[in-house]
């Protein structure tokens, strides 16, 4: 049998043309901003999330890091230079964000900051959900204290089977390992003021196994986790590691991700539940291409990068000491997202069928890294997309074919001499 899909108009129709969902209606959606170097994005001054980035420094080195190559161009911040932040806020923010998200490197290095910072914020917007990412190394009974009386909601990396790619795995320091359960126990199951996050790389590549393994350490068989996606590459090194797969890995993460859905681990996956739902609702509300962001959502005016000097950043992970910084909060009529490319612009993408499960991978990888990270996402969203055609239908996907076109990869090694 034969399916016919357009990722552009979001139908799915049968050789007759009858949709294959019974309950289709388009609905109305927005159209996305498309930016790029020559059609700048903007950014707002009542964003719905405001990131504030702390520092890049890190007491882990993971081999895939997304900052590795950002963090010389990251502004050194004094502590003081937290309540210089809130005492500036009044100067260009002009509405309480929805979400304010502390980012580092690792952000409990910077528990001092975070001290002058997160009561400021939690009185001035007692509404906003307040988050951060950790490795989960530095938590202790001081800082759960802390995290539960701000109510800030702690999302711990861990990669499971695969955290040798990391650093140190916490479950094999006692100490540590009792507050991480310690962590989960206060914040995490029905308080749902917690997660344990992890990256999906060729070292764990099996969904399930990698939930189990993290269910298996905390001590609660029904743990649900969510994912960070599928490892994206932002440097050499990661290209020439982690960050390249071979046909085997792809297919050990092909057949866990059917694995997940097959035996109903699938739910327990927070972003591989959340792709499989957005794509069905895609199909159902015939969501048009124009209305997709990337998937960050850093091309959004309304979602703003900020250091603790008030510099406006491409995103979070990158460094305002470089050609990163596409602003100061306190000129934003003058910032200029010139750094980003929307997935519009990219012709694979246009031309590509998990374009709505997908959203562009990272907008401003290029060439090389840009490649590789998208084949990652596509050989990942294609098995989300094959499991959930036979969720829906109990087809199998045995093939996909049309005018599909795969970014290039350079023809020239680039040498370096000096
Ligand atoms: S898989 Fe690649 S081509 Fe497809 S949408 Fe993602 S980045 Fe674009
Ligand atoms: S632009 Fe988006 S995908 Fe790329 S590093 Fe920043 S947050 Fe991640």
């Not at 596509?378 to 036979?390: E, K």
Request: glycine share 8%; hydrophobic share 35%.
């Amino acid at each position: 049998m034969t399916l016919f899909y357009s990722p552009h108009e979001s139908t799915l129709v049968d050789e007759e043309g009858t949709p294959l969902l019974l309950d289709v209606e388009a609905a109305d959606y927005k159209p996305a901003g498309r930016v790029a170097p020559g059609e700048p994005g903007r950014k707002s001054a009542t964003p719905h999330v405001l990131k504030i980035q702390l520092g890049m420094q890190c007491n882990y080195s993971c081999s895939y890091c997304n900052q590795a190559a950002q963090s010389d161009a990251s502004t050194v911040t004094r502590t003081a230079d937290a309540d210089d932040f809130i005492a500036g806020l009044d100067r260009w923010l002009h509405a309480p964000p929805r979400r304010i998200e502390f980012w580092g490197g690792e952000p409990l290095l910077y528990f001092a900051k975070l001290k002058r910072l997160v009561p400021a914020l939690r009185a001035r917007f007692p509404s906003a959900v307040l988050s951060m990412i950790s490795n989960g190394s530095l938590i202790d009974g001081e800082v759960l204290d802390f995290i539960e009386e701000y109510d800030i909601f702690v999302a711990v990396s861990h990669d499971g089977p695969g955290q040798h790619l990391r650093g140190p795995d916490p479950f094999l320091d006692p100490v540590r390992a009792h507050w991480l359960r310690e962590f989960w126990r206060r914040r995490g199951g029905a308080a749902a003021r917690a997660a344990f996050h992890f990256v999906l790389t060729p070292r764990n590549a099996d969904i399930g196994e990698t939930r189990q393994w993290l269910a298996d350490r905390i001590g609660d068989p029904s743990l649900n986790v969510d994912m960070e996606g599928v490892v994206t590459v932002y440097d050499q090194q990661t290209l020439g590691g982690p960050g390249s797969w071979s046909d085997a890995d792809y297919e050990r993460m092909r057949v866990g991700v059917r694995k997940a859905f097959a035996d109903g681990d699938a739910p327990k996956v927070r972003d591989l539940a959340f792709r499989a739902q957005d794509f069905v609702e895609s199909l159902r509300n015939l969501r048009p291409s124009s209305s997709l962001g990337q998937r960050c959502g850093m091309d959004d005016p309304d979602h703003l990068a900020v250091d603790l000097q008030g510099n406006v950043m491409t995103c979070q992970n990158t460094g305002a000491r470089g050609k990163h910084r596409i602003g100061h909060a306190e000129a934003m009529h003058d910032v200029q997202l010139t750094t980003a490319t929307h997935w519009s612009h990219r012709e694979s993408c246009n031309h590509c069928p998990v374009l709505q499960l997908c959203k562009g991978s990272c907008m401003y990888l290029q060439d090389d890294l840009f490649a590789q990270s998208c084949e990652n996402e596509y050989q990942f969203n294609l098995a989300v997309l094959g499991a959930t055609l036979h969720q829906l239908t109990t087809l199998t996907l045995k093939s996909i074919s049309g005018d599909i076109r795969r970014p290039q990869r350079r023809r020239v090694i680039p040498l370096v001499a000096a």
